[in-house]
């Protein structure tokens, strides 16, 4: 599987329900069955929740995953209260502009260098 995740587990914030994802190399299809369960453990716990994604030498989508993205967009599009994408190539800061139709978050792109930053977006209220 080429995705791995965590929950961030910052005491005086797991109430506001925040995911981080770090992702590398191509997302395929398969990929979203397991985040699919991990969206609904998050709005079961939270209804609305923060994710940050990290993208590290990430190549994109298969067919058939862009596909699934799209659909988890639109189920979880008021469940994502704010998405903050750390990247380090100008069209992953192009694909911030891209996801906004599909999602009720508001979305910020920042560089790697910029990804304490992007921790502490997330973390705000």
Not at 82 to 106: Q, S
Not at 111 to 120: F, G, K, L, R, Y
Request: net charge negative.
């Amino acid at each position: 599987m080429s995705i791995t995740y965590k929950v961030l587990q910052i005491e005086e914030d797991l109430s506001k329900g925040i995911m981080a994802l770090a992702v590398t190399g191509k997302l395929e299809r398969e990929d979203y069955d397991f985040l699919g369960q991990e969206f609904e453990r998050m709005v079961s716990q939270h209804d609305k929740f923060r994710l940050l994604i990290e993208l590290k030498d990430f190549h994109g989508w298969t067919a058939g995953a862009a596909w699934e993205d799209t659909k988890m967009g639109v189920r979880y599009y008021s469940h994502i209260a704010r998405m903050a994408i750390v990247g380090e190539n100008k069209w992953e800061k192009g694909m911030t502009l891209f996801v906004k139709p599909f999602t009720g978050a508001e979305v910020r792109y920042f560089d790697t260098s910029d990804s304490d930053a992007a921790v502490q977006w997330i973390l705000e209220n």
